[in-house]
């Protein structure tokens, strides 16, 4: 999209802002690449790297190798040094400049609570890499003292108090939702007056019914992402540029807007 057309979705995504009540963004893999972590669908992206089949609850529970490849992509996608980007600060000052209802993401990373958006209104649709919880007798370890384990040499941590298998408390393909998330993201986008979905592709489910609950609740829709997505022709404004850039420009022009 030339840069012209994006200065033209960016005014004009301002414009939905301000005069939006309630505010809901919906963040994928790519509000996070500009922070070093990869996404799943670009061209050089996980799934180019990694077979998604391998991913599911019932593999990993099942068998040691399905464990070892899952802990190698976990040490390659968990960036936990990741710091968030220009995209992650603009939401986060939507935040203070009371221009935001929530995120509901579908990103593990946290960098939207680092950059500054409180917890009780980040809804982590895929859980949160914060956490590693034993299957057994569910003893939980901070990520970063399982990941010193990993870089270690260790290949497939097990639990320290009973030996049972550790899994992050991430939603595997195949496992349900957290529930309680789910519900109140669903909520939340049932009842905003503008849904912004940022970097993502739209394509898993239930987490891509977001922006489809929104818009048939009568929403404005905003899509800002690379390349086209699915709702793209739903969307008042589509822009087709690199979160961190896009966002810093709604942000500068929204602050001047507001006198903020
Ligand atoms: N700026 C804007 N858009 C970007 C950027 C960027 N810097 N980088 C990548 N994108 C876009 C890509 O063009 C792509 O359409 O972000 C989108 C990321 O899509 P996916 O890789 O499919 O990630 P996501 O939509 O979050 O995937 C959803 O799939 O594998 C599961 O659980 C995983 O949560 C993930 C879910």
Redesign the pocket.
């Known amino acids: 999209m030339a840069d012209q057309e994006i200065a033209v979705g960016v005014d004009q995504l301002v414009e939905l802002i301000i005069n939006a009540r309630r505010v809901v963004v919906f963040t994928?893999?790519?509000?996070s690449?500009?922070s070093g972590i990869p996404?799943?669908?670009?061209p050089g992206?996980?799934?180019s790297r990694f077979d998604?089949d391998d991913f599911t609850l019932q593999k990993f529970m099942s068998s040691k190798e399905s464990r070892r490849k899952q802990w190698r992509l976990m040490r390659e996608g968990h960036v936990t040094e990741a710091k968030p980007n220009a995209?992650h600060l603009a939401v986060a000052e939507m935040h203070r400049l009371g221009k935001l209802d929530c995120v509901i993401t579908?990103?593990i990373d946290g960098l939207h609570q680092k950059a500054g958006v409180p917890d009780d209104n980040v809804f982590e649709l895929?859980g949160s890499n914060k956490w590693i919880k034993c299957m057994a007798c569910g003893e939980r370890y901070p990520y970063a003292q399982v990941k010193a384990r990993l870089l270690e040499g260790e290949e497939i941590p097990e639990c320290k108090a009973c030996g049972g298998i550790l899994k992050p408390e991430v939603?595997f393909f195949g496992e349900s939702l957290p529930e309680d998330a789910l519900e109140q993201a669903s909520r939340h986008a049932r009842h905003c007056d503008l849904f912004i979905v940022?970097?993502?592709?739209?394509?898993?489910y239930p987490?891509a019914q977001m922006p489809v609950y929104a818009v048939a609740s009568g929403a404005r829709l905003a899509i800002?992402?690379?390349?086209p997505?699915l709702m793209d022709g739903q969307a008042e404004v589509v822009i087709n540029?690199?979160?961190?850039e896009v966002m810093a420009e709604v942000i500068t022009k929204l602050k001047a807007k507001l006198g903020g």
């Open positions: 994928g893999a790519g509000v690449t500009e996404d799943f669908r670009s992206g996980i799934w998604p995209a579908q990103n895929h939603v940022i970097g993502s592709s739209l394509v898993v987490a800002i992402n690379l390349t997505t540029g690199k979160a961190g």
